[in-house]
């Protein structure tokens, strides 16, 4: 980013008192922006027409007696904050909860890590806060236990520049966002603990809902998004009565809860706390009062594990009052539209033989011989090719994001919409080692390619440019479709069209939407 602090032209002559007036449109300006705590300013981005924001606290510093607790509002301060900087990431060991093929596009652009951590940035290209523009909050990945909000991939100057006001968010991560203890329950006056990081969310939604029109935003047309935890976290939120209201739209990429099975879980609070209880015994420490005065780098290390399910989302009976299955069922859900989808390389290690075949389906008892009639293996080359596609479809993120689409399509009145990104992504000398991997789309969603030194083509490119197209329609109108893009319709059970999304991206049914269904049988099923 470059770190002038004005604009070219119009904008420098913009005055320091430009703020918003209730009922009055105003310019923004990178010189002088008025939230509910305070006026900011920011800097130019490396467009000159885009307006960077960046480390505004949302929340107070969660720090000693604010550890495990609800996020608390931000003080208010004199003068002009300067928001030139990333604001701190959450505690974390870096490099650990990512594979080496996805580290590289997991490293923060900025800021040290650091407990006070709630901090978020806004990207925009709005002259007035008449513009009224649909705004994107993205919530990064990271398997609940990395990540932030100043990683490259996240940049939202490209989107800004289309057209949209873009903000990624911190939030408490680990131990230090989804540590239940009996404790923290008896103190708490919602009876809960544990999902501060969620907490820390919904508080960065309502910050959106209260200032995002100072940015030339519209706080009546918010789309959460994330990937990965990301992803999983905007599930949490589309169940939360706490986050109703906040948002008017979901982009969910690989990961959901909604049916039994995913690899990550929620628990039950009582399974938290007991979690909690035995690590402080194991580390001989005696009350909550003695955690909290340990330093973060102790916390972490804590977590001998480094990585969940050590912590997990719990239901709580105020962030989630019940499970994510049963309010999915029960399409008690937020009904808003959803785009949703996985990635062709999304796959787990898993035997890839005949007789690893024939075990695997024999665990799905009278969905035993339906599975096996729609994923066929008869000899060792055809199992191992089955089994690549299981690993995928069902291992890994496929099928919970595929089976939140379907029950979206039954119990709402909002459209989904699926994607399947199928796009290799290019390696140095030409080869394509890791294929679509985890988190693959995400540059291409939001047009932060040219970040990495990988041998992109124009067809990359292109795809770049059409994914964000779909993306930002989908939050301007909550339809992905638009001039000069392939129609990509809606998903219901009985159709099961993707939008496959690659060189020559089209509409398709999905290859294995027979097998999908019979899972999708198996998982709701008494």
């Not at 519209?218 to 990301?230: C, E, F, H, L, W």
């Amino acid at each position: 980013m470059k770190t002038k602090y004005v604009l070219s032209g119009l904008l420098i002559m913009l005055s320091l008192s430009n703020v918003v007036l209730a009922g009055k449109a105003t310019k923004v300006s990178v010189n002088s922006i008025k939230t509910e705590s305070g006026l900011i300013s920011g800097i130019s981005g490396q467009d000159a027409n885009v307006m960077v924001f960046k480390g505004i606290p949302f929340a107070a510093p969660p720090l000693a007696d604010l550890r495990w607790k609800e996020p608390q509002p931000v003080k208010s301060w004199n003068g002009v904050r300067k928001c030139d900087t990333f604001g701190p990431c959450a505690p974390q060991k870096r490099g650990i909860v990512f594979p080496p093929y996805t580290a590289e596009m997991m490293v923060p652009a900025e800021g040290a890590i650091n407990e006070d951590c709630l901090y978020l940035n806004v990207w925009t290209a709005a002259k007035s806060t008449a513009d009224k523009r649909p705004v994107i909050v993205f919530i990064h990945g990271g398997s609940f236990g990395g990540g932030s909000g100043s990683i490259a991939i996240y940049n939202g100057e490209s989107m800004a520049a289309k057209g949209v006001v873009f903000v990624t968010i911190n939030y408490r991560l680990g131990g230090f966002g989804f540590f239940a203890h009996p404790e923290l329950t008896k103190e708490s006056p919602h009876h809960a603990s544990g999902n501060y990081g969620i907490l820390d969310q919904i508080a960065a939604l309502q910050w959106v809902k209260k200032n995002i029109t100072a940015f030339g935003g519209n706080p009546d047309n918010v789309t959460i998004a994330g990937q990965s935890a990301g992803s999983m976290s905007v599930n949490v939120l589309d169940a939360s009565p706490l986050a109703k209201g906040l948002f008017h739209r979901m982009i969910a990429e690989s990961g959901a809860f909604v049916v039994k099975g995913s690899f990550f879980n929620i628990e039950t609070l009582e399974s938290e706390e007991k979690k909690g209880a035995k690590l402080m015994k194991d580390a001989g420490i005696a009350s909550i009062a003695d955690l909290r005065k340990l330093p973060a780098d102790q916390i972490i290390t804590l977590d001998k594990a480094n990585m969940l399910p050590a912590y997990e989302v719990n239901v709580d009976g105020y962030a989630i009052p019940e499970h994510l299955i049963d309010i999915y069922a029960a399409g008690k859900q937020t009904d808003v539209p959803l785009l949703t989808g996985w990635n062709a390389g999304e796959k787990f290690p898993m035997r890839k033989t005949l007789s690893a075949y024939n075990s695997y389906f024999n665990d799905y008892g009278k969905f035993t011989e339906p599975l096996k009639k729609a994923f066929p293996a008869t000899n060792e080359a055809e199992a191992k090719k089955v089994m690549e596609t299981i690993s995928r479809d069902r291992e890994s993120f496929g099928f919970q994001n595929y089976a939140w689409a379907r029950i979206q399509s039954e119990k709402c009145k909002s459209k989904a919409y699926v994607y399947f990104f199928d796009r290799d992504l290019p390696e140095e000398g030409g080869t394509h080692k890791y294929g679509a991997f985890h988190t693959s789309e995400v540059p291409f969603a939001y047009g932060n390619l040219k970040i990495f030194t990988r041998p992109w083509t124009p067809d990359d490119y292109k795809l770049s440019e059409q994914m964000q197209s779909y993306w930002i329609n989908f939050a301007t109108k909550g339809d992905p479709n638009g001039t000069g893009l392939p129609v990509w319709p809606s998903f219901n059970k009985d159709n099961c069209m993707i939008m496959d999304l690659n060189v020559k991206s089209s509409a398709t049914r999905y290859p294995t939407s027979e097998g999908m269904d019979v899972l999708f049988q198996h998982a709701t099923s008494k």
